[in-house]
């Protein structure tokens, strides 16, 4: 196997045995089978476009098949023998559309003709010859830039799956979806288009994120500053985790009067904050911390818990039986519940003890999504321009097990007292919890939400150039983010494209980024690495 994807890669350069994340190289050669596959689909949703067919069936299949592969998603090789042949099942009935729309289906070999093995180890067999080093005459510097927008297409299809789930869609981001795999085929391309196309990767994310933020505001209302309890009420206990807010509303309604109380992990924080999911009076506080911590955190847990989507790792024998997966998660010998009838985890919550007593805790705040914080712009700009805010920081995205992501708890807690900290996705648990007081009534900590809420970041961050007649880049705010998996590559794209320069990443560059691509990105963007908390923190305020 070979994959580096993620951050934790191992020795920042690639997973050769088996993956860091514990993925298994049979998983990894089906996800590279599976990637194959949807390539062969895009190239005949290519041609597909050119004579207008775009058939929906096939477009939510992509994005699902595409997330499936997303990092600390999917871990059950027999969920992606299934997709494998789905896959093709669907590439063949899009040729047959195409045909009969007057358009061209005949490939001569890749993916578009691929036929997949008749069992598991035919597939594996398959996929071991098509993974990202398969064809080493492939120049490094290329190979960087088209597995570059194979990541970002990884994010943007999760946003989209995210999006559509919601009832959210548009052609256009499938479009790029098929025009961006299809063209990590084409050996006619340089460099210069490869980078065209990966800003445009992140341009089209916009769109995508801009469709999930309608579905998650339209169906649940603009998220409200909410205060959330950290530790637990005594009853039986079901814990959501992952970033789906509809599975987290069909839980909740499938609980309403068992005497359970329900709880979020992780991304599922600033739920919370949501109108519409705040209204249930069993939807009670806030468990654990980031994901990668929850080996230790869901073998304490004493009630059932549920993955909605990523970040599952593997589950401790002493908690194999109360956890459960839904929609792409999966894990091998965990109970999958496909059909959205939570039954199996409610019925597991009502067997374990649950909290015998109350536990006190802390509360943090959620709820500062661009609604929220425009709605007290007036004071934010008034703030800006007395002097009483000096400076803006946007310390978000995704946590992980490094040491040296503690730089993050370091910046935040060294920030001065006259600056604000914006902060969205997981990275945010390593310092949520701290009281870092306000400036003038406005709290020094804003919780904007999951890494899904990026488009309200970004929305709050044009709505305070417009007020200040400037470009983002001239505004007293600087980004530093910290970046694990997929989305967070496709949410950096869309910050590039947008323009946004000197972003700070961290804890260390992508492995898949080669020298002379990152000399790319810094010469037109000034992206650079973070170096200390005290050192970055004194080079932005000078
Ligand atoms: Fe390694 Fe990350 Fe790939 Fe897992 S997803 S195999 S940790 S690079
Ligand atoms: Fe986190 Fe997995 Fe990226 Fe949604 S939950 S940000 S890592």
Redesign the pocket.
């Known amino acids: ?1 070979f ?8 020795k920042g350069e ?2 050769t045995k ?6 298994q190289p049979e998983v ?1 050669a089906l996800q590279d089978l599976l990637i194959h596959a949807t390539k062969g689909i895009a190239q005949v949703a290519v041609e597909g476009t050119k004579v207008g067919v775009s058939d929906p069936a096939v477009n939510q299949f992509a994005c699902e098949a595409i997330f499936s592969t997303l ?2 998603v999917d871990f059950d090789p027999a969920r992606f023998v299934t997709l494998i042949d789905e896959a093709v099942k669907h590439r063949e009935a899009l040729k047959a559309k195409v045909q009969a729309a007057g358009g061209s289906a005949a490939f001569a070999d890749g993916p578009a003709t691929f036929t997949p093995a008749g069992d598991q180890a035919g597939l594996v067999a398959q996929g071991e010859k098509v993974g990202i080093q398969a064809d080493p005459s492939v120049n490094p510097d290329i190979r960087s830039l088209r597995e570059l927008i194979v990541y970002g297409i990884k994010g943007l299809a999760a946003y989209a799956d995210h999006a559509r789930i919601l009832g959210q869609e548009d052609e256009s981001v499938y479009a790029y979806i098929y025009e961006g795999l299809a063209a990590t085929l084409d050996d006619t391309l340089g460099a210069d288009e490869y980078v065209g196309l990966a800003l445009k990767c992140g341009e089209v994310n916009l769109k995508a994120m801009e469709l999930l933020d309608a579905g998650n505001t339209g169906t649940y209302g603009h998220p409200v500053p909410t205060a959330v309890p950290l530790g637990a009420k005594k009853g039986k206990a079901i814990l959501v985790s992952g970033h789906d807010l509809k599975d987290l509303e069909t839980i909740l309604k499938q609980t309403e009067g068992k005497g359970i109380n329900v709880y979020t992990h992780g991304e599922m924080l600033p739920c919370h904050g949501y109108p519409e999911l705040k209204k249930y009076g069993h939807f009670y506080g806030h468990y654990g911390t980031a994901w990668q911590n929850q080996a230790k955190e869901f073998a304490a847990f004493p009630g059932a818990i549920v993955m909605t989507t990523n970040c599952i790792q593997k589950p401790r024998e002493t908690y194999q039986d109360n956890i459960f997966t839904t929609g792409l998660v999966g894990w091998p010998g965990v109970t999958h519940i496909a059909d959205k009838d939570f039954t199996p985890a409610i019925e597991r919550a009502m067997a374990l003890p649950g909290f015998t007593k109350d536990v006190p805790g802390k509360q943090v705040m959620v709820g500062f999504a661009r609604n929220a914080v425009m709605g007290v712009a007036p004071q934010v700009i008034e703030a800006v321009k007395n002097k009483a805010i000096r400076h803006f920081f946007l310390v978000g995205g995704c946590d992980g097990a490094k040491p040296g992501r503690d730089y993050y708890t370091e910046f935040v807690e060294k920030v001065p007292e006259d600056c604000v900290v914006l902060t969205l996705a997981c990275g945010k648990f390593r310092f949520f919890d701290k009281d870092l007081g306000d400036i003038g009534g406005i709290p020094r900590l804003l919780d904007i939400g999951q890494c899904n809420d990026a488009h309200s970041a970004i929305q709050i961050a044009v709505a305070l150039a417009n007020a200040f007649e400037c470009g983002v880049n001239d505004l007293p705010l600087s980004m530093i983010l910290s970046w694990y ?1 997929q989305k967070a590559c496709v949410i950096l794209l869309s910050l590039l494209h947008l323009g946004i320069k000197d972003i700070r990443l961290g804890p260390s560059l992508p ?1 898949f980024i080669t020298p002379n691509v990152l000399d790319v990105l810094v010469k037109n963007f000034n992206i650079m690495p973070i170096g200390t908390a005290e050192g970055d923190l004194k080079a932005i305020l000078g």
Not at 5 to 10: D, F, N, R
Not at 18 to 23: A, L, Q, S, T
């Open positions: 196997m994959c580096f994807q993620c951050e934790q890669t191992a690639g997973c088996i993956g860091v994340c514990g993925k990894a990092t600390n998996e492995a």
